[in-house]
């Protein structure tokens, strides 16, 4: 069963002071790791994916990056419009099929 | 382009009653999936559609939710016989089809059962 585990579950952060978060995950032959962006109120809205230990990938002030355990999402510079809860997804090649399992997420807040 | 629709935003039922939500996915999307999202929590898989067919149904909680997408395009969850316990925000997410990994999720429907 794919499972995946996201820490902290709650980052509060004075705008400009860089962080990370984690997203641990235990999978049958990964497919994809998937990081979503989720407003109040308001549906995921894709961020990156990511397919094989050592891939990057960049989007202004976020960078996503993968090991064969974990995933980071690294923030920048961060401003209050930043402000969100962060979701990681996987999709694996075992009896899961298409779907995405979802960790918790963790709820980031940037103060001005 | 326009993005995954879902209606309504809220639903307020009582216990027993039944719902059907609606999706509309992104045009020429053919893999249709829904989610289900509690308070605090990530949002967890009900089923897949490929085309018409439902191809993974194994999410649904049980007897009561069920799914229809008649024509590969839009597509209604039911839900019968509502319970307290399944208030919480259903999603919707569209992908070209079931090749491409990325998923473009909808705004939700909040469903509150009294």
């Known amino acids: 069963e794919d499972q995946v585990t996201q820490s902290p579950e709650a980052l509060r952060l004075q705008e400009g002071e860089s962080s990370s978060l984690n997203c641990s995950y235990t999978v049958s032959g990964l497919r994809g790791l998937f990081w979503y962006r989720q407003d109040p109120g308001k549906g995921p809205e894709f961020l990156f994916t990511?397919?094989?230990a050592g891939e990057e990938k960049e989007k202004e002030r976020l960078k996503a990056t993968l090991t064969k355990k974990e995933s980071f999402l690294h923030i920048t510079a961060p401003k209050p419009e930043d402000s969100a809860t962060y979701l990681c997804?996987?999709?694996?090649?075992?009896?899961?099929?298409?779907?995405?399992?979802f960790g918790e997420g963790t709820q980031l807040t940037v103060n001005p | 382009g326009a993005g995954v629709s879902q209606t309504p935003s809220n639903k307020v039922t009582e216990k027993g009653k039944y719902v059907e939500l609606r999706c509309d996915p992104i045009s020429g999307h053919t893999a249709l999936y829904w989610y289900r999202q509690s308070l605090g929590q990530g949002p967890e898989f009900l089923i897949y559609f490929q085309g018409t067919g439902a191809a993974d149904d194994s999410g649904l909680p049980n007897d009561r939710f069920f799914a229809v997408r008649p024509e590969g395009s839009v597509s209604t969850l039911k839900i019968q016989r509502t319970e307290r316990g399944d208030s919480a925000v259903y999603l919707c997410?569209?992908?070209?089809?079931?090749?491409?990994?990325?998923?473009?999720f909808g705004p939700g429907t909040r469903l509150t059962v009294l």
């Open positions: 997804a996987v999709r694996s090649g075992g009896t899961s099929g298409s779907r995405l399992t």
């Open positions: 990511l397919y094989s």
């Open positions: 997410a569209s992908s070209p089809s079931s090749l491409a990994y990325e998923q473009f």
